[in-house]
């Protein structure tokens, strides 16, 4: 087996790969990032909120990004592109070509470029250099859109997998959260919201008003002081043990997450947990 160097970079590699063990790992890295981020770069590019207003975070419907945030995320991904970057949908597509990689019968980016990053073809052709470097401009970008915009974001509870405790943020309408950074699974958003509300159901932890909205706060479950407050003068939530300081009372958690999932104020409009209570 021949040594030769990376077509990529100076350091060595051999002649059945065109780029050497870093620049193949980064390239994974890039194609499996858009795997599981397309979907949030996606939702960027909605047009309208569902108040119809076509406003930048409404508060009667699902908040929507930005015009300028949408504009900017629909040219890095279907459009012309942006900052002398081609679109990632050009990129793929004729990169797709260059590898004969068949393109999926439902468009879908996300699908071409998995088939791209299992298939062993990229490993020794001589398009892969210049097109890794293209998509990794593509994801550092994108990267910095997803970033700028972390609180379209929400928390949905933590990783399902054993001694795993990855608080997991997604997108409003999500159908699946991101893959874990700690143990790399991949989970259904129902299962995670699930897996919290037996969690949350089952548990004894008491606290103050202030500490139970502050826990609630940590699983993306906005209570206000004043719900709480009427919560308690109207008798629907009451303290473990009455004491005269009623700043000192404490409370059962899972009491405070039943009467926040079911109340009809619903404290913050992204958070729709009066679904799982329905099922």
Not at 30 to 42: A, M, R, Y
Not at 70 to 83: H, K, Q, V
């Amino acid at each position: 087996m021949t040594q030769t160097t990376c077509a990529a970079c100076w350091k060595t590699t051999d002649d059945k790969h065109i780029l050497c063990t870093s620049c193949e790992t980064q390239l994974q890295f890039d194609l499996q990032w858009f795997e599981n981020h397309l979907q949030d770069l996606e939702w960027r590019t909605n047009r309208m909120d569902k108040t119809g207003n076509g406003g930048g975070g409404g508060h009667n419907g699902l908040a929507t990004s930005p015009a300028p945030l949408r504009e900017t995320a629909f040219e890095l991904i279907e459009g012309n592109g942006m900052d002398d970057i081609p679109s990632l949908r050009d990129i793929i597509n004729e990169y797709a070509r260059c590898l004969n990689v068949t393109a999926p019968y439902d468009r879908k980016l996300e699908t071409l470029i998995r088939n791209i990053r299992l298939t062993d073809k990229w490993k020794a052709s001589k398009a892969t250099p210049t097109y890794a470097r293209i998509i990794h401009r593509i994801r550092r970008k994108a990267q910095e859109l997803l970033d700028f915009t972390l609180e379209d974001q929400i928390i949905i509870g933590e990783c399902p997998t054993d001694d795993c405790h990855r608080i997991v943020k997604v997108i409003p309408n999500a159908t699946f959260a991101p893959k874990c950074p700690d143990c790399g699974q991949v989970y259904p958003v129902s299962a995670i919201r699930e897996n919290r509300r037996h969690k949350l159901l089952a548990t004894h932890i008491t606290g103050t008003q202030t500490e139970i909205r502050r826990l609630l706060l940590q699983c993306g479950i906005i209570v206000k002081p004043g719900t709480m407050r009427s919560w308690v003068s109207r008798g629907d939530l009451k303290p473990v043990t009455p004491v005269k300081d009623t700043r000192k009372q404490r409370y059962r958690l899972s009491d405070v997450y039943k009467l926040a999932v079911r109340n009809p104020e619903k404290e913050t409009n992204i958070w729709m947990l009066l679904q799982e209570e329905q099922a």
